[in-house]
């Protein structure tokens, strides 16, 4: 059967967790991406059997046969996500089941089969629980969570699986730039584009950032710390940062960013903030923005703030652009106004500090 959204999981704590002096030393400074908690869930699917074997177990390697297809054509999603320790001493996440419904979409985009969204929220649940220790106590830091899922079936012939494996980990993290909310630096790449018309650019794949990784590694070495991608057809358009969405704020107090065309990668972070900036009063714009108008407009001044976000970088300043031939500032490179409380707006949101018409706060504990 494969009622899936009926799964109970077996917790099998873990005999050797890491003690409580080390994981506090852990958590003073998590950093992004280093640190994992002691557990982990795993959920197994079969053609004809559906989603089985659900478990919250301690987490360790997985064992692979050379052959399991995720190694050779990648079919691979994942989501990105976090847990906060509430002002009350709770647990929140922040509007889960958009998450599960993207997974999906993914999952449809790579032909993966579908995890029933109360079966993706649960199994967040029971990871969070047994490891809510994990969750730093410190401004800025949540317990980062990675459901995945990936083709495991033993097999070379090019067709959608018909085995794969859903997991969980997670992951305390403070902020993801080492500079907070320092404004940061990006490069506009002109060699490498991320996402065709019709190809996977909205799905969250492994293989999307297998392929930004030579942009931004030269991103890196131009001294800047994301780049971004222009559209694949025209290379004229904005689409995207190589792990978040992007923002431009301008003098008149419109705040734009790029439409969802299939190429993006549709950011709840963003869908958040389109609804935030127009609560407060602002003009908002799904619109095309070349990087012509770009740098047109913060050369004139019209353009006054431009920001990224998205779940691991929150809502982050972009100071100063890169480009082959050239770079220029944005607001002199110095972090915004509108960004700096739209930001505000939306941790106190997700940290359970202030109201939530949206109900976008989801209870854990
Ligand atoms: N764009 C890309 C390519 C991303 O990897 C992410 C991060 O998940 C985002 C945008 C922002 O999405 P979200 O706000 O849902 O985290
Ligand atoms: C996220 O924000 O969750 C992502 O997946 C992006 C990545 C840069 C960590």
Redesign the pocket.
């Known amino acids: 059967m494969s009622g899936g959204d009926k799964l109970d999981f077996e917790i099998r704590p873990n005999p050797a967790p890491v003690s409580a002096a080390d994981r506090a030393a852990l958590l003073a400074n998590p950093g992004f991406g280093r640190v994992f908690t002691d557990h982990m869930v795993t959920i197994r699917y079969a053609d004809g059997k559906g989603w089985y074997d659900a478990r919250v177990e301690a987490r360790a390697p997985i064992p692979m046969d050379p052959a399991s297809a995720v190694l050779h054509y990648a079919q691979e999603i994942f ?3 976090k847990a906060y320790r509430a002002a009350d001493g709770g647990v929140t996440m922040f509007r889960p089941y ?2 599960a419904a ?1 997974f999906n979409a993914s999952g449809a985009r790579m032909a993966m089969p579908p995890l029933p969204e109360e079966t993706f929220v649960n199994s967040l649940h029971r990871l969070i629980e047994v490891d809510r220790e994990w969750i730093p106590d410190v401004e800025d830091g949540s317990l980062y969570l990675r459901p995945f899922m990936f083709a495991s079936e033993v097999f070379l012939g090019v067709r959608p699986a018909n085995e794969y494996l859903y997991a969980v980990i997670a992951s305390p993290v403070g902020a993801y730039f080492a500079g907070g909310v320092k404004p940061v630096t990006v490069w506009v790449s002109s060699e490498y584009t ?1 996402a065709a018309p019709g190809g996977t650019g909205a799905a ?1 794949c492994g293989g ?2 297998a392929a ?1 990784l030579a942009a931004q590694a030269e991103a890196l070495q131009h001294g800047c710390d994301q780049v971004v991608f222009l559209d694949a057809v025209e290379r004229r358009f904005v689409d ?6 992007v923002f431009f704020v301008y003098d008149d107090g419109s705040v734009a960013t790029p439409p969802l065309t299939g190429t ?9 903030v389109l609804t935030l900036a127009a609560q407060a009063g602002h003009r908002v714009e799904e619109r095309p923005v070349t990087f012509a108008d770009w740098q047109a407009d913060a050369a004139s001044g019209r353009l006054r703030e431009v920001f990224a ?5 929150v809502i982050t300043p972009i100071g100063r652009v890169r480009f082959s031939e050239g770079e220029f500032t944005i607001g002199g490179g110095e972090p915004g106004t509108v960004t700096m409380a739209l930001r505000q707006q939306l941790v106190d949101l997700q940290r359970g500090r202030a109201a939530d018409p949206h109900n976008w706060v989801h209870r854990v504990l």
């Open positions: 989501e990105g996500m958009a998450n993207r991320r969250k999307n950032y930004s995207e940062l190589g792990g978040m969405n993006i990668l549709p950011g709840i972070t963003r869908e958040s976000c998205g779940t691991a970088a």
